[in-house]
């Protein structure tokens, strides 16, 4: 599908193309259950088979405005739902509306059945916490390369250094601020990882 007919109004089915090459990822809300198609896979999963879903800020290159939603079942098995949708090699679009609309009435039908899923948001604990040491050490270094520069008396060079702290804090202090570990409830989705 091509994003125009992707984003739906109905918000009891979305579908986005993960790639250029490759069909739709299709998804429904049917009375059974989480209806998918993915690639040459398919399955409908009753509502009370999901056990989890992760919801995460995920910016890409081509697409600064990028969210997910991983579902798992009983099973193991796991299906990604992305709010960006490929149309040529130079576009990814948004389907923010579609996206959103389908996330919260999946939940609102996950929850009228009964559902004990796990419904976390933003990075695992682990993950975050890597990201948080690495940040930490690469403050410390831009720090030492910021005191040398200053040292030296290279002014250019410790404009240079604040400049590209500055706009790499203000994009990845973003991402973290998203993509917090936090778990929710059903009827509190967390505003910050929906479009």
């Known amino acids: 599908m091509q994003g125009s007919q992707a984003e739906t109004t109905s918000a009891t089915s979305y579908a986005y193309k993960a790639s250029l090459i490759g069909s739709a990822h299709r998804f429904a809300l049917t009375e059974q259950g989480l209806s998918w198609h993915v690639g040459g896979r398919s399955g409908l999963w009753r509502y009370d088979e999901i056990s989890a879903i992760r919801l995460s800020f995920r910016p890409v290159s081509m697409q600064q405005h990028r969210f997910r939603a991983d579902v798992s079942h009983t099973s193991g098995r796991r299906i990604a739902i992305l709010s960006t949708s490929w149309q040529t090699a130079a576009l990814m ?4 509306n579609g996206f959103r609309a389908f996330i919260v009435a999946l939940h609102a039908r996950m929850a009228k059945a009964g559902s004990r899923a796990a419904l976390t948001a933003g990075l695992g604990r682990t993950a975050y916490a890597v990201v ?3 940040l930490a050490v690469l ?3 831009m720090t030492a390369l910021l005191i040398r520069a200053l040292m030296i008396g290279e ?3 410790a404009l240079f250094i604040i400049g590209f702290a500055a706009l790499f804090a203000w994009q990845v202090g973003g ?3 998203r993509n917090q570990p936090r778990s929710y409830g059903f009827d509190q989705l967390p505003r910050s990882l929906l479009p």
């Open 93 to 96: 679009a948004p389907q923010d």
């Open 175 to 177: 991402f973290l601020r």
């Open 155 to 157: 002014l250019a060079g």
């Open 132 to 134: 948080l040491a690495f």
């Open 139 to 141: 403050t410390v270094a």
